[in-house]
């Protein structure tokens, strides 16, 4: 008796391990009903990505595409636990500064194939967010989702009362630290722009409009300590030396964006993807604008995107790839752009994006930046040494130490990650 | 495991009773032992291991001795955030008085104690994340509540969870508040299993409330303060979520130095991918808190009354 239940158990436990180690049919889905997950972080796009899952389930009516939707602080290491678990979502939103432990860790299935196959145009996606991605393996582990640039929300109500021209097209950083300036009214709690530590939406832009570099151009070692990347930190250290902008203690306590809504800051530069948010909030819509970058030694904004990926451990890939192809695709890029939450990565649907805000007249900017956009500096494991500009540069920031001491601190210490890639 | 579990059954048979009650203790353990093993030992062991590799975060490791020791216990942000972390600790201690007050308040009411409880016990059944997020506006240095009222009596207000000066003690008193409950319940327990004769016979001989407090109350509770007071102190120095939470984001100047232990743990394992060197954090945690719990045991023997 003890001993068949014994062999009984062996036997289902051998026959799971074998199911466990077996590798899943490659074959495309034929009628068996098949159940992919979708992992995003959760905001202002869930509608849009619940709206595609849905069109796609009517294109593939058995495939079902359930969305897992995670909030942002828990994303990466919920998804890092899960990659490694064996339990990731079978597609998922990366972003460029994370992809690369993943795709040199081998936890990204390789679509090359399957975008050749179903003759995919590399050609209707913005060059740099793919090389954002490329990990020069030449291999293909996602197609672009949205794309960001940068630019200058303004708050006109306030240039008004101020009495202060709005920003003009091809308005240089003198004209921007005068106009930050004059709009401060201390006595009013209105500052003139919000200059708070950020790298995507501030620092880096600055950089590379003065000419610098936050990284080499080899990949190995910081570049962040040039005189004229330096140069670039010292834009946002005057900004907050002229007391034209709260303090990054205040920014911490309430970010840069609410303040911006709150009416309390009157220029904030950062993305394209607070433009939705702006929009629907309808106290401000009316008196909020948008102004390209001023111009440094030359223009220039860094731009970034989401991609699609599949999880190398989908136990579906033929079904995963199909999807994120059409999450990434035309009929995607249209659904995305009429709910104007993000700007798409498929060429020819950012008009659509436009004109689902039409109060907002001045969106183009955010395209027409494409024309100057460096790719984003994401070398090693950049969610690492980016993680660190709190340590290095709040002193600059504070003024207690010049751009130049604390770049040459922060470049020290992103070498130092970048040695270990 | 399974091989633990059926080996006595392969054995030959001693006498009929004895190996059948043995198979079936083992049996009966069986589900708790698999379950413990597989989610507390083998996690703990492996853990160890990693102590001693270097890790990547996808793929296999290799030993590179005690290097990660080495490092941890010479990288001044590691001692800075110890002390944040004792200090974070020492500070909730302050609650369990606080939770003795309250315990020993609630025991007079007359009707409706379960409400008072409830209440209490409902921010240890709240999400940490909420809590922090609800406390985060509550603390904000320019729109806050807190900095509004004590606008009101004249004092300045602070920058609580965006000034390092601040963010440790703003992190006890949320900490102090979450903790409450839990204490209440073991505190209140406590206080209903002293006799009411003890009292009744020493007001007979002229005590006053607060002799009372001091000479029946205080000792027969001895044994749940020390349980409280050990609880407290591991969960405080495991405290992680109120630092995520409470900060907003890691763009908060304040974050560089009001890191806890367990955050510099997520910092490794989640941020740098360095699951080796998160895993020494672990294990030298657990020893930290391994030595306070024996200093406490052996402190106890002064102050807990077992009868």
Known sequence: MHKRWLVTAAAVATAGLLAACSTPSAEPASDEPVTITYGIWAGTQTPAMQAIADAFEEENPTITVELQELPWPQYWSGLQTGAAGGTAPDVFWMLAQNVRPYAVGGQLLDLTDAVSEAGVDLADYPQAVLDLYDQGDGKLYGLPKDFDTNAVWFNKAIFDAAGVDYPADDWTWEDFRATAKALTNAEAGVWGVAAPLDYQGGYYNTIFQAGGQVISDDGTTAAIDSPEAIEGIKFWTDLQADGSSPTLQQLSDTEAETQFEQGKVAMYMSGAYWALKLYDNAEIRANVDVAPLPVGEKRATVTSGIENVAYAGTKHPAEAAKFVMFASGADAAQIQAESGAVLPAFEGTSQIWMDAMPEFTNLHVFVDALEYAVPLPVQGNAAEWQGLQADYLTAAWNGQASAADAAKAYAEAITKVLAQD | ?307
């Open chain 2, 1 to 307: 495991m399974t091989s633990n579990v059926s080996s006595p059954v392969r054995r030959p048979r001693r006498t009929g009773l004895g190996a059948r009650t043995d198979w079936w203790a083992l049996a009966m353990i069986a589900p708790a032992l698999i379950g413990l093993a597989a989610l507390y030992l083998w996690p703990f062991v492996s853990t160890f291991v990693k102590s001693f590799m270097n890790v990547p975060v996808f793929g296999p490791g290799r030993f590179n001795g005690v290097d990660n020791y080495a490092k941890l216990l010479t990288d001044p942000e590691f001692w800075q955030a110890l002390g944040n972390t004792a200090l974070y600790t020492v500070l909730v201690l302050v609650g369990i008085p606080l939770a003795i007050v309250f315990a020993a308040l609630i025991q007079q009411v007359s009707r409706g104690k379960a409400v008072y409880r409830v209440l209490f016990f409902l921010p240890v059944v709240t999400l940490p994340v909420a809590v922090g997020m609800v406390w985060r506006f509550i603390l904000n240095g320019d729109f806050g509540i807190l900095n509004y009222v004590l606008s009101l009596v004249g004092i300045p207000g602070e920058y609580w969870v965006a000034d390092a000066r601040f963010t440790i003690y703003a992190f006890a008193v949320v900490g102090i508040w979450m903790g409450l409950g839990v204490n209440l319940i073991i505190l209140g327990a406590g206080l209903q299993s002293i006799p009411t004769e003890l009292y009744e016979a020493s007001s007979l001989d002229g005590a006053n409330r607060v002799q009372q407090f001091f000479s029946i109350t205080l000792p027969l509770l001895s044994p749940s303060i020390f349980f409280v007071t050990i609880l407290t102190t591991i969960s405080a120095f495991q405290m992680f979520d109120l630092v995520f939470v409470m900060l907003g984001s890691v763009n908060n100047t304040a974050l560089p130095d009001s890191k806890t232990i367990v955050y510099l743990f997520y910092d490794a394992a989640f941020v740098q991918f360095k699951q080796g060197f998160a895993a020494t954090i672990a294990i030298v945690l657990l020893v930290i808190i391994m030595i306070v719990t024996a200093i406490q045991f052996r402190l106890q023997k002064r102050w807990v009354t077992y009868d």
